[in-house]
């Protein structure tokens, strides 16, 4: 079983930086196809970052270009997701899931969310 946790969340200054992690226990990362959502109060879940299991990566937001970059490190079964020159529109709380990698299909397993929250 699949389980994730993630970490790193808190309260930064617009302009700052904030590293997200994603701990993935109980399978190995290299299988999984890992993504970064995001969801604020009142709003649907957006898609942010991706990484596949074979090291490939894209942004879902248009708005997170050239700012985030999600990164992997499967010695250490670990997701990150590091964020600078950070918004107030960023505040959301973010959530890791997984997908095995080698087959189609939706994200099966998240994580319980880590808050981020950007003062102005």
């Known amino acids: 079983q699949v389980q994730l946790v993630e970490s790193g969340g808190g309260l930064v200054q617009a302009g700052g930086s904030l590293r997200l992690s994603c701990a993935l226990s109980?399978?190995?990362?290299?299988?999984?196809?890992m993504g970064w959502f995001r969801q604020t109060p009142g709003k649907e879940r957006e898609s942010v970052a991706a990484?596949?299991?074979?090291?490939?990566?894209?942004y879902s937001l248009d708005s997170v270009k050239g700012r985030f970059t999600v990164s992997r490190d499967n010695a250490k079964n670990t997701v990150y997701l590091q964020m600078n020159s950070l918004k107030p529109e960023d505040t959301a709380i973010y959530y890791c899931?997984?997908?095995?990698?080698?087959?189609?299909?939706?994200?099966?397993?998240w994580g319980q969310g880590t808050q981020v929250t950007v003062s102005s």
């Open positions: 109980g399978r190995s990362l290299s299988l999984y196809d």
């Open positions: 899931a997984s997908k095995y990698g080698r087959l189609p299909g939706e994200y099966t397993y």
């Open positions: 990484t596949s299991w074979s090291g490939g990566t894209t």
